[in-house]
């Protein structure tokens, strides 16, 4: 039997965040409840993952032919305790060249760090982690009574070049309002560029484009609607762009 303290996280310390969210997510009488609910679709990376259990395993071991075939009950009494205790499903099984693993999910909030040292104890199990999450982009992060909500824009996957904010204050009763946050900075466009080029060449241009409100559309004299353009001018031409964002 494994000790199952520390892993089961108790409801007074997730419910007030669920109800904060939900809170939020029922105000539709707020124009910046419709932004980030609606336009920005707003979520989160969880940081830490609490549900989703990553497992490098052997398949040498009978017991891991039963995950092979997505069959939940291993017949290891070992690992069908902790999947029951726990209540886990088992998620995906993936062959891949450097390995054999399985994702176990976990139906309610867990801690997952004890109990991939649980599953790592067991005979089969090379190794046992909570899922990583990388990158940037929106967020929603909540102190106390209020949850502010953000949207990154810019190379998120680097970490962001810009960020805009809605805060939100959520009452004991439920109720919702709109106390701050950022704006956009204005629309910047850098397109402007003089060329000489050989006759028959071509050349690329670029509409730079900065701040403003994501995502953006390009209108270019030719008809084009990229933000990169190939050209083959047969003489002197000027080229222009309209952008305009949401």
Same mark, same amino acid.
């Given at each position: 039997?494994? =000790? ?10 997730? !419910?007030?965040?669920?109800?904060? !969210? ?30 989703? !259990? ?23 009494? @070992? ?7 726990? @209540? ?20 309610? =909030? !867990? ?19 909570? /899922? ?6 929106? @967020? ?31 009452? =004991?009763?439920?109720?919702? /309002? ?48 990229? =933000? ?19």
């Amino acid at each position: 039997m494994f =000790p199952n303290s520390g892993i089961f996280i108790p409801e007074n310390n997730y !419910l007030p965040i669920l109800n904060s !969210l939900i809170a939020v997510y029922n105000a539709e009488n707020l124009p910046a409840r419709d932004l980030v609910v609606d336009t920005y679709k707003i979520h989160t990376s969880p940081r830490p993952e609490m549900q989703n !259990l990553f497992i490098r395993v052997d398949t040498s071991y009978s017991w891991v032919k039963k995950w092979e075939n997505a069959e939940q009950i291993t017949g290891n009494p @070992d690992i069908d305790s902790l999947m029951n205790m726990y @209540d886990l499903e088992l998620k995906n099984y993936y062959d891949w060249s450097i390995g054999q693993y399985v994702v176990i999910r976990a139906k309610n =909030p !867990l801690n997952l760090i004890p109990l991939a040292g649980q599953f790592n104890s067991i005979a089969g199990i090379i190794n046992a982690n909570p /899922s990583n999450w990388i990158g940037g982009g929106n @967020d929603i992060e909540l102190y106390g009574n209020r949850i502010t909500y953000s949207h990154g824009f810019g190379d998120c996957p680097s970490g962001c070049l810009g960020r805009i904010y809605w805060i939100f204050e959520v009452y =004991p009763d439920c109720s919702v /309002s709109h106390v701050g946050g950022t704006s956009y900075p204005l629309l910047t466009v850098n397109a402007g560029k003089d060329t000489t080029i050989c006759y028959g060449s071509s050349v690329n241009l670029n509409a730079l484009v900065f701040n403003g409100t994501p995502p953006y559309y390009c209108i270019w004299n030719t008809g084009d609607f990229s =933000p990169s353009i190939t050209v083959n001018p047969t003489n002197s031409i000027t080229y222009s762009v309209k952008v305009v964002d949401a």
